[in-house]
């Protein structure tokens, strides 16, 4: 039996105050708030186990409560004074309880697995908001909700031959989520939803080596349904959503000796979503997407007595469909919603060396090149352009580190990433520590730290921070 309690408190800034100006609007002030938490937690879980030759079985059940409560102040500036302090206050009180059985069959050639898994956890909130110094008012009343999570699964692992592992797996699962309450924020309304999303999937994975050659494939797919309902005063929702998932990927590995090693590799994901909508009144429901990621990589690597020498090149692309979005009430009737699309192409090579000087100190060199672009083909809504974007640039870094005797340490490292195009900023740090053994398992360090970001093309948000820490650090 195990058991744990938790109690976190105190304050701490939300949000560093400053000001942003956009292309083609005013400027902003962002001023800084006080947060101020108080949480507790307390779980406690029973397991039991039991082995009998090459067959296994392990339970375990639990439960907790946590509470958690957080006051957040935000100060709204007029031209010269202090207009008001806005105050919002949010509590959580949930319980939640779980269990699990699993079983397996571990023999020479094949290993069998079996998991079953359940867990509720109820809440009750509350949200409360006023200005200072006058008193908070409660906007929610009467309110609770419930999360269920269940799930099944089974695998097999076989080795036929030495050089062939083969596993495959299945899973089902579903998670269950509902609220209920009434606000009173804006307006009295009373507020319900339901949420549940079920998912069944398999998947078959194949590792081959023979010599200095190795293989793996594996591949998969997953069905699943994702069911919605809301009413909240005069606003209802209701659809129900088939979700398509599939997956596949490979790795070729080839050691040839002489310290060489390369490793290609390649991935293909694709998700479908489609929906069936029952109701919608006031609201806003996505329409059908497809999502398609495909992923190819090289990796090379070359070991010498103290050099290591590797090299990366990777690519990836992408495309997404929308479908036009379901109103309730449409904007603009005489809109001619159609279908968007947008591909997302990335490219990037990275070079590393590392140099070790015997057993005392070691340095790495790290450089790369990288290309991003996002086009949209494709708008959804009447006045919108297509856009495109771009980002490309270097990044470098360096690093050292060295034992200046037996019982102290000393390492460094700076990096510098310059990329240009729709995105271009300089962002760059460095690092420096020393550690001195005290004993064993204590040591005290000194740390210097710099952290500079330059937004180039806007010129607005730019930041340096330099600091120095100092301390004691032990290990148990």
């Known amino acids: 039996m195990t058991w744990s309690g938790f109690h976190q408190g105190g304050d701490r800034t939300t949000q560093v105050g400053g000001i942003a100006f956009g292309d083609f609007s005013a400027p902003a002030f962002f001023p800084a708030g006080l947060s101020q938490i108080d949480s507790d937690r307390f779980e406690v879980a029973a397991r039991a186990w039991k082995r009998a030759g090459p067959f296994w079985i392990?339970?375990?059940?639990?439960g907790g409560s946590f509470q958690v409560e957080q006051r957040v102040l935000l100060p709204t500036y007029?031209?010269?004074?202090?207009?008001?302090v806005?105050?919002?206050?949010v509590r959580n009180d949930a319980d939640q309880w779980h269990g699990s059985l699993a079983a397996g069959f571990a023999g020479r050639y094949v290993t069998i697995l079996g998991n079953l898994a359940y867990a509720k956890v109820d809440t009750t909130p509350g949200f409360a908001s006023g200005t200072r110094p006058g008193?908070?008012?409660?906007q929610l009343s009467g309110a609770s909700g419930d999360v269920t999570a269940k799930s099944a699964s089974a695998g097999l692992l076989a080795r036929p031959w030495p050089w062939l592992l083969v596993r495959a797996s299945a899973r089902a699962h579903s998670e269950a989520r509902s609220a209920r309450g009434t606000e009173s924020f804006f307006a009295t309304a009373l507020g319900a939803s339901a949420a549940k999303v079920s998912e069944t999937s398999g998947e078959i994975e194949a590792a081959a080596r023979a010599g200095v050659l190795s293989a793996r494939v594996r591949g998969g797919v997953a069905d699943g349904t994702d069911r919605f309902r809301l009413s909240h005063g005069l606003r209802f929702e209701n659809y129900e959503a088939d979700l398509s998932k599939s997956w596949f990927s490979g790795e070729l590995a080839l050691s040839p000796g002489s310290g060489w090693k390369v490793r290609l590799s390649g991935e293909s994901r694709r998700r479908e979503r489609t929906l069936s909508l029952r109701e919608l009144v006031f609201g806003y429901a996505t329409g059908d997407s497809v999502r398609r990621v495909s992923r190819l990589r090289a990796d090379v690597t070359k070991s010498w007595s103290s050099l290591d020498f590797g090299l990366s090149v990777a690519s990836s692309w992408g495309k997404d469909s929308w479908q036009p979005p379901l109103y309730d009430p449409i904007y603009d009737p005489s809109w001619s919603l159609e279908e968007a699309q947008g591909k997302v192409d990335r490219r990037e090579a990275t070079v590393h060396l590392v140099y070790t000087?015997?057993?005392?100190?070691s340095a790495?060199?790290?450089?790369?090149?990288?290309k991003?672009?996002?086009?949209?083909?494709?708008?959804?809504?009447?006045g919108f352009l297509w856009v495109g974007e771009r980002l490309e640039g270097w990044t470098v870094g360096i690093g050292a580190s060295s034992d200046l005797t037996a019982t102290s340490h000393l390492s460094f490292a700076a990096s510098l990433?310059?990329?240009?195009?729709s995105v271009a900023h300089r962002w760059g740090w460095a690092d420096a520590t020393f550690v001195q053994d005290l004993r064993k398992n204590v040591a005290v360090f000194a740390r210097i730290f710099a952290r500079r970001f330059d937004e180039r093309r806007y010129r607005l948000d730019d930041f340096t921070l330099k600091a120095l820490s100092v301390g004691i650090q032990g290990r148990f």
């Not at 031209?79 to 008001?84: G, I, K, N, Q, V």
């Not at 008193?135 to 409660?138: D, E, L, M």
Request: glycine letters at 18%.
């Open 58 to 62: 392990h339970g375990e059940v639990g």
């Open 78 to 84: 007029g031209r010269d004074a202090l207009l008001d």
């Open 86 to 89: 806005a105050a919002l206050e």
């Open 135 to 138: 008193p908070v008012a409660g």
């Open 357 to 361: 000087g015997g057993e005392r100190w």
């Open 364 to 370: 790495w060199l790290e450089g790369g090149y990288r």
């Open 372 to 382: 991003e672009e996002w086009r949209f083909d494709a708008v959804t809504f009447p």
């Open 417 to 421: 990433d310059a990329p240009t195009g």
